[in-house]
């Protein structure tokens, strides 16, 4: 008697499917890591909420959304509602809406009462920095768990300002510049969960200076050093980074210089002085739009000339490496925005020092918005 290769196979199978629930707690943590790391925060809950035994086999995002940076919602920010909304608004009931970047998703999360007296300063990693308007104290808050992380009132900056800005203007002046947040770091120290600590760092732009603090602090501290003018401050990987324009004298002519600011390398110690670590080639920017994070690298965007038709970009990395052309064949992302090249021509290469990018599509255009 013969028996098919395909029957043989039915036969050889077991007669009842994997029992995933039983998994033990090694395989299920190595998964659960590594949805974080190419997933996301509300994929990881997903996963967890498969059974229960998951859930009880795997650490929640819930009380470690602040001290573990794996749980911040790298990719979601902050989704501005537009006329006339703005978050704490009695038309939005207590929600707050985000968008993922990579998904083009929108969830809706709810902060009730801590949108009822807080102002949203800035939003970095998907974390939210409030501003409570009775006492001027700050909270780095993590939306999608609920954890908070208290730091100093921004009152604690009024007596640390240069003499003449405390002679010339008023205390309500003084309040609004230190109101104004150009860009916020986020930095975790410590290797234990007990002995984690938070430090946030504030490029205050109109001050020209950086203010820090860590969670628990008194009060914040301002740098003694400026940098004048601190334009387009941005947040990468825990650092502060901003553009620096050096005006040669007796001419228009301009050199634009990249700073980097890093963290205290402890709580206790005093901010570095920022570093200059690039130059943008002479005569290749006349007007800078932006630093943007795009995945693993900054990219420095501007507009070569006064036309403001012709869009360039730099990788901030071929910068730093003294590179003025970052080679090869590129293809700028596609649902970003839409290049003056032929889709259909795989082989097709752009010019590496200016991509000569027309705008002529808004973001909202390419993304498939959804409700999660």
């Known amino acids: 008697m013969t028996i098919s290769c395909t029957k043989k196979c039915r036969l050889l199978l077991p007669q009842t499917s994997p029992d995933w629930a039983s998994l033990n707690h090694d395989p299920l943590e190595l998964i659960g ?55 704490g608004h009695p038309g939005l009931r207590g929600f707050v809406r985000f968008l993922n970047l990579s998904t083009g998703a929108v969830a809706r999360v709810r902060l009730g009462p801590l949108m ?10 998907g974390l939210l920095l409030l501003h409570r308007d009775r006492d001027t104290v700050v909270r780095l808050v993590n939306p999608f768990t ?45 290797s234990g969960s007990s002995t984690r600590t938070v430090t946030v760092m504030l490029a205050l732009h109109l001050l020209h200076r950086v203010a820090y603090a860590a969670a628990g602090d008194q009060q914040w501290t301002l740098s003694t050093w400026k940098l004048m003018p601190l334009h387009r401050p941005v947040s990468f990987q825990g650092k502060l980074y901003a553009i620096h324009y050096l005006m040669f004298q007796g001419t228009s002519s301009r050199k634009l210089q990249i700073y980097q600011i890093d963290p205290p390398r402890l709580p206790t110690d005093a901010l570095p002085a920022s570093e200059k670590i690039a130059e943008c080639p002479p005569n290749k920017i006349n007007y800078v739009l932006n630093l943007a994070e795009c995945g693993s690298d900054l990219l420095l965007i501007g507009y070569k000339d006064t036309s403001c038709m012709d869009l360039v970009i730099y990788r901030l990395s071929d910068l730093v490496s003294g590179k003025e052309s970052i080679g090869g064949k590129v293809r700028p992302l596609p649902y970003l925005l839409e290049c003056p090249y032929n889709k259909s021509n795989e082989s097709q290469s752009l010019d590496a020092d200016c991509f000569n990018m027309a705008v002529r599509k808004l973001v909202q255009e390419e993304l498939h918005i959804r409700e999660v």
Request: charged share 20%; hydrophobic share 35%; aromatic share 6%.
């Open 146 to 190: 609920g954890d908070v992380a208290e730091l100093p009132p921004l009152s604690s900056l009024l007596p640390q300002m240069d003499p003449h800005i405390i002679g010339r203007y008023s205390e309500r002046h003084r309040r609004s510049l230190i109101m104004r947040v150009g860009a916020t770091s986020v930095t975790i120290g410590g």
């Open 33 to 87: 890591s590594l949805v974080l790391v190419s997933g996301d925060l509300l994929d990881y809950v997903r996963y967890r909420a498969v059974c229960r035994h998951w859930r009880t086999s795997i650490p929640g995002p819930n009380g470690n959304g602040i001290l573990d940076p794996h749980f911040h919602p790298r990719q979601w920010t902050m989704l501005p509602e537009g006329h006339g909304l703005y978050p």
């Open 116 to 125: 009822e007296d807080h102002a949203v300063l800035d939003s970095v990693d």
